[in-house]
């Protein structure tokens, strides 16, 4: 009898394995993300905001010495500006790195996106 149940209880854990490594497993997020005037905004690595203050325009997230804010679609990031912005969009600031991404692609100060360093 405990054979047996030693086998459904093996059973029952491989199933449950098996279900959770489909693709539409969620992946798990390392920052903190917020929406601010109509955008996502991803501080990270994760660090709970000292403040949250949303604006008409938009609004401001100070993380620690991070401080983002979104005012008409226009990204600052600790007093550098990074353009325009279009609802929706998806901006992910990485405090250790210094870099600001917006869809996955790194934004260079001015609203450009960044170039990679040439190569010798």
Excluded at 52 to 68: N, Q, Y
Excluded at 77 to 100: A, E, P, R
Aim: glycine share 14%; charged share 15%.
């Amino acid at each position: 009898m405990r054979t047996s149940s030693l086998m459904v209880a093996s059973l029952v854990f491989v199933a449950a394995l098996a279900a959770g490594c489909g693709d539409e497993t969620p992946k798990m997020t390392v920052g903190y993300r917020v929406a601010v005037g109509g955008l996502t905004v991803e501080i990270w690595p994760k660090v709970e905001p000292s403040s949250l203050t949303p604006a008409a325009d938009g609004g401001m997230v100070v993380s620690g010495a991070t401080k983002v804010e979104v005012h008409n679609f226009r990204l600052t990031v600790n007093g550098v500006d990074y353009g325009l912005m279009q609802g929706g969009d998806d901006i992910i600031v990485n405090t250790k790195g210094n870099d600001v991404r917006v869809n996955g692609q790194v934004r260079a100060p001015g609203g450009g996106v960044a170039q990679p360093p040439a190569q010798p």
